[in-house]
């Protein structure tokens, strides 16, 4: 009978949980979840600062007629809108906060002299159509260098996001360069929609849909040639050779020099324990013009962090200036660097009043050792007398304080297979006990 009790109780719990799903995309951070996305937060905005990068905070919402400014017309679908009452203006959730940051340096700073850092940390909002899982919701931390353009501006964001995730943990990753004009210069002469339909084989690196709808457009067989090879440029310093002779005679030969000239500069800084090149990359931002950077790792199955150059973006907002920036995807790079084992359990305390001890006395003598650990920075909380130790444990705390007199308490240590004793202190010595183990 207890069974199925049981049973139908795991029933219920199932059935309320599906009675208020999530968005699609969309997820809940537990305490403990939430705890490891901030630390890394703070590390990686931490690195950015040592680099003389400060943080502004930008909204969650923007006009959309911004956010098309910089990144071109926005598919229907692709991002969230709506129509503010007031305005009856269109806005929308962003999908990128390049343009945002734009927006600030064209108008609240465009008198302070360049070059401009910033760094930001928010949520934007991509809508997905792949049917691989996906997040929609991605937590991101970056940089924009604003007024520095051409290779020492690209080394200085490179230097800064590889600092960032070495700083998280982050120590095997491979630093993935690609150029944001080669794939596009071989299409300049085609229409919006003739380019469209050729990038997305190539961004898939489907050589053979790429060489079929080449075809089918009447491109030449010299540049059907150049466009099927270029997903299979990737690889070493190797490439640029091969690169060169196929690309000889196009728009592009330029573009492969500049992104040499970064791969040169990159690994003889060591900036990376890998460097790879891709010829062939494209992203889905249209504005980037010049070197593409990806940080990837083993374990999210998506770069842990991405940017480039895009020298153009500010023309749009009325303050031509050349650009590069880089964004730490913060739950990637928390799934690469293993951040929850590395981290472990938090120092907090539950403080469990004496079963003695009632009234006026107790109560005091809880407020007492609540307010020495706080006064020490050390998180804590009271518990209610039920099941601390099962409490304690499932709201991962470190410690149980159990008051045993007006001013002394003894300590357990939660550990994986049970409880240590820590011993009985006065109520002063705690903070000094709970900090040393």
């Not at 590390?43 to 680099?51: D, I, N, S």
């Not at 990128?96 to 002299?113: F, G, H, I, K, N």
């Not at 990753?173 to 085609?190: K, P």
């Not at 990159?266 to 990806?294: K, M, N």
């Amino acid at each position: 009978m207890d069974q199925v009790t049981s049973s139908a109780a795991q029933l219920r719990a199932g059935l309320q949980a599906l009675a208020h799903p999530l968005p699609g995309g969309m997820r809940d951070l537990l305490p403990w979840e939430a705890r490891q996305q901030l630390h890394l937060s703070r590390v990686v905005l931490k690195a950015f600062e040592l680099h003389g990068f400060q943080q502004v905070i930008l909204p969650a919402f923007e006009y959309a007629d911004v956010l098309e400014q910089g990144l071109g017309p926005i598919e229907a679908n692709s991002v969230l809108r709506f129509v503010e009452p007031e305005t009856g203006e269109v806005v929308a959730l962003r999908p990128d906060m390049t343009p945002q940051v734009a927006r600030l340096v064209a108008t609240r700073l465009a008198s302070e002299p360049g070059p401009v850092r910033l760094s930001y940390r928010g949520s934007v909002l991509r809508r997905r159509h792949e049917r691989a899982r996906h997040q929609q919701q991605v937590v991101q931390a970056g940089i924009e260098l604003v007024g520095r353009g051409g290779l020492a501006g690209d080394l200085e964001v490179l230097e800064a996001a590889t600092h960032a995730v070495r700083r998280a943990g982050l120590e095997r990753f491979v630093l993935d360069l690609g150029h944001g004009r080669i794939a596009s210069s071989l299409l300049d002469d085609l229409s919006a929609e003739a380019r469209e339909r050729l990038l997305e084989p190539l961004t898939q690196k489907d050589q053979a849909e790429l060489v079929r709808r080449a075809e089918k457009l009447g491109l030449s067989a010299a540049r059907v040639r150049a466009l099927a090879a270029l997903p299979e440029l990737q690889g070493g310093g190797e490439v640029f050779d091969a690169a060169r002779r196929l690309l000889a005679d196009t728009a592009a030969l330029p573009l492969v020099d500049e992104l040499q000239l970064l791969h040169r500069a990159v690994e003889e800084a060591g900036l990376a324990p890998s460097v790879v090149v891709d010829i062939g990359e494209t992203r889905p931002f249209a504005y980037y013009t010049g070197p593409l950077f990806q940080v990837l790792a083993e374990g999210p199955g998506q770069a842990v962090g991405s940017g480039g150059r895009y020298d153009t973006l500010y023309e749009r907002f009325g303050v031509p200036r050349p650009a590069a920036g880089f964004a730490v995807h913060v739950n990637n790079l928390g799934w690469a660097v293993g951040d929850a084992q590395r981290l472990g359990i938090p120092l907090r305390a539950l403080v469990v009043s004496s079963p003695a001890a009632s009234g006026t006395a107790d109560a005091a003598g809880a407020a007492e050792v609540l307010g020495t650990l706080r006064t020490a920075e050390i998180p804590c909380a009271l518990s209610d007398g039920t099941n601390p130790l099962d409490y304690a444990r499932a709201w991962r705390y470190s410690h149980v304080v159990w008051l045993t007199s007006a001013r002394r308490v003894r300590v357990s240590q939660l550990t994986s297979d049970g409880e240590r004793d820590r011993g009985e202190v006065d109520v002063v010595e705690l903070p000094a006990r709970l900090l040393a183990g």
